[in-house]
């Protein structure tokens, strides 16, 4: 009995043992993870997602050589920029094309549009563009990725909707792109590190040092941003007036998929709206929380034609609606700002009870700034200056709202 007890005490010893040796190994692990984050700058990822102007029908060959190779080489500080993309899955104003599930240098032949017939752009050089020229890049990021994920004539209501077909590529899309840029982060930590016991000896301890570095990826350094609207304004009334619910219901489907986070609990926002519990919108670079950043849509108008106007009065419906969504959804907050309606970070009431509000903005056209140009194609789509115009409003819709108190600190 003597020797069947000691021996039962030292096999517990040991899984005692195993499991602290266990659980030290993961703290290691974690700990490595924000050293990373701390002591090389982790890439920016930017979601795009949308309709024909998302994809784009900007024509690269035209921009100017030192534009682009001030924004293809990264700017100043020499970032590097990709994109990753898969555009017109539903095939309805083309075949639909790819980048072969790979991140390709952001430059003029980056992506081929079969909708276009030719190599084209989309709002993300003028995100990339004010990105670059702002003090976000430059404090806070080294890489840019871009994950884009947009299909022309495709409608919030069914296409997008969290049921549709569109939804599930999206997500997918994006936790591929996150996954591959995860690998990068830990393949060059790992490569510039020295100390040999910190490396991973086996393909299980990386599996698992790529899924810290994809959740810490996803939760801390993504940002996602929507144009969207025209398909739904041009389609039945129940398209437009249902805008507003419908995209709620998705921005808290993309937060659940991508981030495992829900608002159905929230019980009222409205609890922090008092001036003792306000919750804070101090921002936090190294927790962005995938802020939304959805861009109001313009269109060419032909005031000689009854059902070109008739089409503009409904697109303000659904751009109305898309502001008072990212207000709701932002806790009802809203700040003025050149080129703002409504942002969040996160919620610090001390109720206890209030889920955090999704940070949310409505990046609107500033008409009032004469620097700012919409122009179009004679199909109606954004050309050359009107994708950089809008894409640069989003940036830096982005980096003002979001960033500038860091930015400031810093």
């Not at 517990?12 to 090389?40: C, F, N």
């Not at 700058?41 to 100017?64: N, T, W, Y």
């Not at 430059?107 to 976000?136: H, M, V």
């Amino acid at each position: 009995n003597t020797q069947h007890t000691t021996h039962n005490t030292q096999h517990t010893t040991h899984k005692l043992h195993q499991t602290e040796e266990r659980r030290s190994k993961r703290k290691k692990k974690r700990t490595k993870i924000r050293a990373m984050h701390q002591h090389a700058q982790p890439p920016l990822i930017c979601i795009l997602a949308g309709q024909s102007d998302m994809v784009g029908r900007g024509e690269p060959e035209k921009l100017s050589e030192e534009f682009a190779s001030f924004v293809a080489g990264g700017g100043d500080r020499k970032h590097s920029i990709s994109v990753l993309y898969e555009i017109d899955f539903l095939g309805r104003e083309g075949a639909s094309s790819d980048s072969g599930g790979e991140f390709r240098p952001l430059n003029k032949t980056a992506q081929f549009s079969n909708a276009g017939g030719r190599y084209s752009f989309g709002p993300e050089w003028g995100i990339a563009d004010a990105i670059l020229r702002s003090d976000c890049a430059t404090n806070n990021w080294q890489d840019i990725y871009f994950i884009k994920f947009a299909a022309g004539s495709t409608n919030l209501h069914e296409d997008w909707a969290p049921g549709g077909e569109l939804f599930p590529r999206l997500i997918s899309l994006v936790k591929h792109g996150v996954k591959m840029a995860a690998e990068r982060c830990c393949h060059n930590a790992n490569r510039s590190k020295h100390d040999d016991e910190d490396q991973a000896d086996n393909k299980s301890a990386q599996i698992v040092e790529v899924e810290e570095m994809e959740r810490s990826l996803m939760q801390n350094q993504t940002a996602f941003f929507w144009l969207q609207g025209h398909s739904d304004a041009g389609g039945k009334a129940i398209m437009r007036s249902n805008y507003a619910d419908n995209f709620g219901k998705f921005c808290k489907s993309l937060r659940e998929n991508l981030l495992g986070i829900s608002n159905t609990e929230n019980k009222d926002i409205s609890k922090c709206n008092d001036s003792k519990n306000k919750p804070s919108f101090s921002s936090v670079p190294e927790n962005l929380n995938l802020p939304i950043i959805a861009s109001e849509y313009g269109c060419l108008v032909n005031p000689n034609s009854k059902s070109s106007v008739r089409f503009a009065k409904r697109l303000k419906e659904v751009n109305l609606a898309l502001r008072e969504t990212c207000e709701t959804l932002a806790g009802g907050r809203e700040k003025q700002h050149r080129m703002s309606l409504a942002d969040s970070k996160k919620n610090d009431c001390n109720t206890g009870d209030v889920s955090e509000p999704i940070p949310c903005l409505f990046a609107s056209f500033p008409f009032e700034d004469n620097t700012f140009h919409l122009s179009y194609h004679a199909d109606g789509h954004y050309d050359n200056n009107g994708l950089l115009s809008l894409g640069r409003n989003m940036g830096y819709n982005f980096c003002e709202c979001f960033l500038s108190e860091q930015s400031q600190k810093t």
